[in-house]
C-alpha cells in the first residue's frame, strides 16, 4: 500500500474540527494498510497566533521541512491548512510529485471578520495556493459548486463521518435544565457567529459546550446560558444527549463536524440553510435550516430523536477514508 504525508498547521492539542477529520482520517486510512506521516507543529518551536494563543504556529525554514519531507520519501503528499507548514510543504512539494490539498476552513471569511483584508485579496491567495495542486478536496457538493464559480479547478468530494458507538441517545444527563434545552458545542470565537444563538428568545435553557477567546465575554454578557468550557469524549457526547435541539449559527464553516455529533445524539439541528447543513439535512427530516434560525429552532421541536439519528447513521468515516483514497488515486491519475 501507498504512504501518505500530511503537512498541517491544525494538530494537537487543538480541537477543531479541522484536527478530527485528520485524526480519524489517519485512523481509518492505517487500518487500510496506508502508511501515514504527519508533519505537524509538534516538531517545531511554535508562537501563538495573534489573537488566538490556542492555535500555535510554526517556526519552520523550507529547508527544514524540504528535509523533512524528503527522509519521509512518501508517494503522496496532502496539504491540510494553508499556514506556515503548509506553504512550506507546498513549495516542496511541487518539486517533487505535487500534492493534494484540503479545503477545511472559510480562510477569506475568517480573516475578513477579524481584520480589514477584503475577501477578494484572500481569495486569490486560495485559487494559487490550491489550483497549483493535482486535485482538491471539498466536504460537500455545495462548496464544490460555491468555489468552482470563484475559480477554484480540480476539485474532489472528501466528505465527513461521526463515530456513532460514542455519540448516542443513551447517556444519562450530566446536569439538570429546565427543558427544552437548546445546545451548541463550538468553538466561541468571531467567525462562527455563536452570538446570533446566544441573543436568540427561546424557551427553557441555552447549553453551550466550548472554549474560544470570546468565552468569557460571552459567559458575562449572557448569564442565563450554561457554559461549559470544552469537554471530551464521554462527557462531550453526554452533553450532546442532553440537547433537544442543536442550534448552528455560523456561516462560515464548510461542514460541521458537531451537526453530524448531535444528529447521532438524536438531537435536530436548526441551521442557516449553507453549505454544510444544507447538505448534511437535505431533505431529511433530521433538522431544519432556514435564514430566520429562531423560527427553525422552534420547528426541530417537532422533530423526533429517531429521524436525527437514522441521518447520522449514513456518515461513517470508514466510508470518507475510502473517499478520500479514490480522490487522491483520481487526482494522481492512478487507477486503483
Same mark, same amino acid.
Given at each position: 500500500?501507498?504512504?501518505?504525508?500530511?503537512?498541517?498547521?491544525?494538530?494537537?492539542?487543538?480541537?477543531?474540527?479541522?484536527?478530527?477529520?485528520?485524526?480519524?482520517?489517519?485512523?481509518?486510512?492505517?487500518?487500510?494498510?496506508?502508511?501515514?506521516?504527519?508533519?505537524?507543529?509538534?516538531?517545531?518551536?511554535?508562537?501563538?497566533?495573534?489573537?488566538?494563543?490556542?492555535?500555535?504556529?510554526?517556526?519552520?525554514?523550507?529547508?527544514?521541512?524540504?528535509?523533512?519531507?524528503?527522509?519521509?520519501?512518501?508517494?503522496?503528499?496532502?496539504?491540510?491548512?494553508?499556514?506556515?507548514?503548509?506553504?512550506?510543504?507546498?513549495?516542496?512539494?511541487?518539486?517533487?510529485?505535487?500534492?493534494?490539498?484540503?479545503?477545511?476552513?472559510?480562510?477569506?471569511?475568517?480573516?475578513?471578520?477579524?481584520?480589514?483584508?477584503?475577501?477578494?485579496?484572500?481569495?486569490?491567495?486560495?485559487?494559487?495556493?490550491?489550483?497549483?495542486?493535482?486535485?482538491?478536496?471539498?466536504?460537500?457538493?455545495?462548496?464544490?459548486?460555491?468555489?468552482?464559480?470563484?475559480?477554484?479547478?480540480?476539485?474532489?468530494?472528501?466528505?465527513?463521518?461521526?463515530?456513532?458507538?460514542?455519540?448516542?441517545?443513551?447517556? $444519562?444527563?450530566?446536569?439538570?435544565?429546565?427543558?427544552?434545552?437548546?445546545?451548541?458545542?463550538?468553538?466561541?470565537?468571531?467567525?462562527?457567529?455563536?452570538?446570533?444563538?446566544?441573543?436568540?428568545?427561546?424557551?427553557?435553557?441555552?447549553?453551550?459546550?466550548?472554549?474560544?477567546?470570546?468565552?468569557?465575554?460571552?459567559?458575562?454578557?449572557?448569564?442565563?446560558?450554561?457554559?461549559?468550557?470544552?469537554?471530551?469524549?464521554?462527557?462531550?457526547?453526554?452533553?450532546?444527549?442532553?440537547?433537544?435541539?442543536?442550534?448552528?449559527?455560523?456561516?462560515?464553516?464548510?461542514?460541521?463536524?458537531?451537526?453530524?455529533?448531535?444528529?447521532?445524539?438524536?438531537?435536530?439541528?436548526? $441551521?442557516?440553510?449553507?453549505?454544510?447543513?444544507?447538505?448534511?439535512?437535505?431533505?431529511? $427530516? $433530521?433538522?431544519?435550516?432556514?435564514?430566520?434560525?429562531?423560527?427553525?429552532?422552534?420547528?426541530?421541536?417537532?422533530?423526533?430523536?429517531?429521524?436525527?439519528?437514522?441521518?447520522?447513521?449514513?456518515?461513517?468515516?470508514?466510508?470518507?477514508?475510502?473517499?478520500?483514497?479514490?480522490?487522491?488515486?483520481?487526482?494522481?491519475?492512478?487507477?486503483?
Amino acid at each position: 500500500m501507498p504512504k501518505l504525508m500530511i503537512v498541517t498547521d491544525a494538530w494537537r492539542p487543538q480541537i477543531n474540527g479541522v484536527v478530527r477529520s485528520i485524526e480519524n482520517l489517519v485512523r481509518e486510512l492505517e487500518q487500510m494498510g496506508v502508511e501515514i506521516d504527519v508533519l505537524s507543529p509538534a516538531e517545531f518551536r511554535t508562537v501563538p497566533l495573534p489573537g488566538y494563543p490556542e492555535i500555535r504556529l510554526a517556526l519552520a525554514t523550507p529547508g527544514r521541512v524540504a528535509r523533512r519531507i524528503a527522509a519521509s520519501d512518501p508517494d503522496f503528499i496532502q496539504i491540510a491548512t494553508e499556514g506556515p507548514l503548509g506553504l512550506l510543504g507546498r513549495r516542496a512539494a511541487l518539486k517533487r510529485n505535487g500534492f493534494t490539498s484540503s479545503y477545511h476552513t472559510r480562510f477569506p471569511e475568517y480573516v475578513s471578520a477579524r481584520y480589514p483584508v477584503p475577501e477578494s485579496w484572500l481569495y486569490r491567495f486560495m485559487r494559487w495556493f490550491h489550483n497549483a495542486g493535482r486535485g482538491c478536496m471539498v466536504a460537500t457538493p455545495s462548496l464544490r459548486a460555491e468555489l468552482e464559480a470563484k475559480g477554484f479547478t480540480n476539485l474532489h468530494i472528501w466528505s465527513r463521518g461521526v463515530d456513532t458507538k460514542q455519540f448516542h441517545p443513551d447517556y $444519562a444527563a450530566p446536569l439538570e435544565l429546565p427543558g427544552p434545552v437548546f445546545l451548541h458545542v463550538g468553538r466561541m470565537a468571531v467567525e462562527k457567529n455563536v452570538e446570533a444563538f446566544l441573543a436568540m428568545d427561546l424557551p427553557g435553557s441555552k447549553l453551550v459546550v466550548g472554549d474560544g477567546p470570546m468565552l468569557e465575554d460571552f459567559r458575562s454578557r449572557y448569564p442565563a446560558v450554561t457554559f461549559t468550557g470544552a469537554r471530551s469524549g464521554a462527557e462531550l457526547a453526554a452533553l450532546y444527549a442532553m440537547g433537544d435541539v442543536f442550534v448552528f449559527p455560523s456561516l462560515t464553516d464548510t461542514f460541521g463536524l458537531v451537526v453530524l455529533e448531535a444528529l447521532a445524539s438524536g438531537v435536530p439541528v436548526a $441551521a442557516y440553510p449553507v453549505s454544510g447543513p444544507r447538505d448534511i439535512i437535505g431533505d431529511s $427530516a $433530521a433538522g431544519v435550516v432556514d435564514r430566520d434560525l429562531r423560527k427553525a429552532a422552534l420547528a426541530c421541536l417537532d422533530l423526533s430523536a429517531g429521524d436525527a439519528r437514522a441521518r447520522a447513521l449514513e456518515f461513517s468515516w470508514q466510508a470518507c477514508a475510502r473517499q478520500f483514497l479514490q480522490a487522491t488515486f483520481d487526482a494522481y491519475g492512478i487507477s486503483d
